[in-house]
């Protein structure tokens, strides 16, 4: 059974930093994509970053530039690295499995002055 836990989210001013971070379980991370979605209050949840099994990246237009998506696949970590947060990045963050319909809890990311 495949679990996902995101931890990393909080309140930030624009121009700040923060670090995402999806514990997976019940899946081998070498051999599958992950991805990082968000979905804000009212919208459809979009995909901002993925990344294959062989280490491929892909961003939203809206984040290239300024988010990172990286694994560590003996810790089981996806990770979501954002820099230059702009408050349109407000939303809840969702780590999943490509291709599946395994979600995490999410974690609130706010950015506001």
């Known amino acids: 059974q495949v679990r996902l836990v995101e931890s990393g989210g909080g309140l930030v001013q624009p121009g700040g930093s923060l670090r995402l971070s999806c514990r997976v379980s019940?899946?081998?991370?070498?051999?599958?994509?992950l991805g990082w979605y968000r979905q804000d209050a009212g919208k459809q949840r979009e995909l901002v970053a993925g990344?294959?099994?062989?280490?491929?990246?892909n961003y939203a237009d809206s984040v290239k530039g300024r988010f990172t998506i990286s694994k560590d696949a003996a810790r089981k970590m996806v990770y979501l690295q954002m820099d230059s947060l702009k408050p349109e990045d407000t939303a809840v963050y969702y780590c999943?499995?490509?291709?599946?319909?395994?979600w995490g809890q999410g974690t609130q990311v706010t950015v506001s002055s």
């Open positions: 999943t499995v490509t291709g599946s319909d395994q």
């Open positions: 019940g899946v081998n991370v070498r051999i599958v994509g």
């Open positions: 990344i294959s099994s062989r280490g491929t990246t």
